[in-house]
Every structure is written in C-alpha cells, then in structure tokens.
C-alpha cells in the first residue's frame, strides 16, 4: 500500500512543488517587499487560525473513517464532524471581523489575514472531502482535487496581484479555487451524511484524539513561524518578506518531498497497524524512513550548496540576497523539522497518545520564541537563523527520547550511513565547481551533484536503491510491450 501511495501521490507534489516555487518566482515580483512581507505574516495568521479551530477535525475523519466498517457508523462519523465543522464556520468570521475591525495593524495587512480567514473556510471544507477519499483509498480522486486546488490557487492568486489586490491575493486565490470545487464536490459528500446522527459520544471521541494533536500542530507552526513576527517587531515588514523567501525555497522543497511520502505512508501505517499489529507496522514504517533518507538528506544538502544561483533565479531583485542567506540554514533545520514532523512524531498519532504529542513539540517551539526573542535583537536575521537551526534539533531529539515508552518506529542505521556517504561525495564534487550566477551554476551543480550521488547510492545499493529500481522497471515492462 506504501508504494502504491508514493506512486499515486507523486503527480500531486509535482503540481504542488511547482506551484510553491512559481509563487516565490512571480510573488516576489508582484508584490512589493513590503506586501510580500505582509503576505507572509497573513499566512502565518491564517495558518494557526486554521490549525487551532479545523485540524482536529480534518484529522479525525482520516484517523476514524478506516474503523468504521458500516454504512451507518460512517454516515454518523461524517455527521457529527460536519455538524461541528458548520458551527465553527460561522463563528469564525464574526470574530475575525471584531478582532481585525479593533487590531492595530495597518489595512494592507488586515485586508490580508481576513482574506485569508475567509478562505481558510472554503481550503478546510474542500480539505475534509479530500480526507475521506485519502482515508477510502480512492487515490486518484485525492490527487485531481488537489492539482485543482493548488494549481488553480496560484493561477486565481497571480489574477489577484496583477488587479492590484496586494498581499490579500495568494490568500484570496487560494479559498476561490477550493470554493469553485467545493460546488462539485460537496452535494455529493453531504449526501454521505444520509442516515447518520450527530452524537454528542463520538465528538467527545474525535475531540479527545484530535485537539491535542490540533494544539501539537499550532506548536508546530509557531516553531516555524515565530521567528517572522519577532523580525517584524524588531526590524521591518521588508526583511520578513526576504526571511520567507529565503525561508520558503528551501521548505517548499523539502516540506513537499516531506508530505508527499506522509501521505503514502501515514495512511499505509495506519492500515498496517490495524490489520497487522506492531510487526507490520514497523515493516511498512522502516519503508518509508528508509526512502525519506535516501531522498530528503541530498535534498536539503543540495539546497544548501545552491543557494546562491537558486535565489538570484528564483526570488525578486529586491529580496535575492538576503534570501541566498536564509536558505543554506532552513535547509539543515528543514531536515531535521520533515523527519521529526512525518515519521518520529507519527508515533503519537498511530498510539493515540496525542497530549504526549503536544508536550514534544511544545518543548522546541518554546525553546525557540526564547531564542528568538534573545537573538533576533542582537543579530537580526542571524538570530532567527540560528534559533529555528537549533530547536528543530532540539525537536527531533525530544521526540525520539518521549515515544521510547509510547511505541518506537525503526531507524534504518544502514540506510542512514550509506546515504550519508553517498551524499558527503556529492557535497565535496560541487563544492569543487565555479561559481557561474544564475541559471548556468544552478544546471551545473545540480546534475553533476545528482550524477554523483545517484552512482554512490546505487554502488553501495543504499536503502535497496537498486532492487527498487530493476523492481520498477519490471514493472513497466508490460506496459511498454503493449
């Protein structure tokens, strides 16, 4: 089911991942410094609005839907989700309208965020239909509607800049896109509450497993999203936008590569651990860690190399060099922020044990608003750097030293040694090449840093690198005689 997943889902990150990039490409150059810079405060805004009130219950139905094995205990799971999702949906912008009528923030910004909130609504709704056809195993109905909301997002949001709506329009394409589908998408979902009740037992149920892991995520994202207000309180509007910049080249990649393999294999691990116990999970779970490694660790070293030419290709003139400086070190913390958050803390989800959840992530995004709130005054943008490095480290050792007693997914040792090998070569064959600028360097140090790692890997057959490969290609044989 794991490979299956990675296979069928592969075609969504493609979509997403260029979509993240053509933001930053066509953002940066729409959007002034100071727009892109609200932008990314908004976003920031909207996403622990979103995660506190909706996430539990995008999470419930795709923890609960594979335990309802009838027509009517389902019917009664999409009822009582959908009942609560409804009463959240009109509380939410009566007060957001209070908050932002009374904030004391200026009005390109809160044009921003309660755009944002207003299609946090539409994203969270279409969300939750894209669950249950994640949690059913209807995979390519999944993927159409994600390429549709995340492609469609960014063309809508592009119309929105280019009209003169300011940092309100990635927020503002993003909820049209997911309102133009939920018309086709959501009768037919409502029609799945036929028959069913809405019990006060199991929201109880679903609130219990799904709130702690809801306050875990908004632990989560104020350990990526404090440093931004922390740098606008003590510098400027301009140098958050070149922080998220610099910030999102290297998260769009990894983050993406990150939730492409969860969602192949959250749902694999689940499946395997209700239909086989703790053994078949730990088959499927020592998959999945041992292909993130063989993927994510190049990955983020490679952003790192490139981060000079990436920036000058990618980012506006105004926002390219300091975004060249963030890059390198979200890279390293990337890395340990991707294994953490999709493989190490899925432990807690898989258990049910969700308050332990909030307790390890709690522990790093504290550490690291006192990091912030200590350095970024001294340093600036170094400090938020060197904050966000370090308790995204932090956060992975605590995370492995609290599920010993909850339940321990694998570490292929040999997977890891060997891809850390193969990729110590890679950095050393492109740190030896010139220095071009732009679009050449880029070329340059990516294919021969990829022509080198990929050899090194299949030489030492890393994570079975070369039995996956003969194994695809055997695959594909019939199709090719066809």
Partial sequence: MFWRGVLAYLP???????????????????????????????????????????????????????????PQGQASLYASLYAVFALMAVALPIAAGLILWLAPVAVGLKMAIGAGLVSAIARSLLKLAQERRRASGEVKAFAILDVLATGGGFLLGVV??????????????????????????????????????VERARIASYAAYGLPLSLSLVMSLALATTDRFVLAAFMDQATVGAYHAGYSLSNRTLDQMYFWLGM?????????????????????????????????????????????????LMVGEGLADRAAQVTPWIAIGGFFAGVTTYYFNTAYSLARRTRRLFVVIAIPAISNIVLCLVLVPRYG???????????????????VLLARDVLVLPVPWGTLARTAGATALMALAVAGLPALGGLPELLLKASVGAGVYALVVLALDAGGARSLILKALRGLQPRLAA
Avoid at 19 to 40: E, W
Avoid at 170 to 189: F, K, Q, V
Avoid at 382 to 399: K, P
Wanted: a neutral charge; hydrophobic letters at 60%; aromatic letters at 8%.
């Fill in 12 to 70: 969504v990150n493609l979509v997403q991942v260029g979509a993240g990039f053509g933001a930053i490409i066509v953002f940066t150059r729409l959007l002034s410094p100071a727009d892109y810079g609200a932008y990314a405060l908004a976003m920031a805004v909207v996403s622990l609005v979103h995660t506190c009130m909706f996430t539990w219950v995008e999470a419930a139905l795709a923890r609960f839907n594979a335990a309802e094995t009838t």
């Fill in 264 to 312: 192949a294999g959250q749902p694999a691990c689940i499946a395997a651990l209700e239909r086989g116990g703790e053994a078949a999970l730990k088959r499927t779970a020592l998959d999945q860690a041992s292909l993130m490694l063989l993927i994510a660790l190049p990955c983020a070293v490679g952003l790192a190399l490139v981060s000079q030419p990436l920036a000058q």
């Fill in 381 to 399: 943008l170094d400090g938020a750097l060197w904050a966000t490095v370090a308790s995204y480290i932090l956060g992975a050792v605590v995370s």
């Fill in 160 to 197: 929105f800049a280019l009209i003169g709506w300011g940092a309100a329009a990635p927020l503002a394409g993003a909820g049209a896109a997911s309102a133009l589908l939920l018309a086709w998408t959501l009768p037919g979902e409502l029609g799945r509450l036929r028959g069913g009740q």
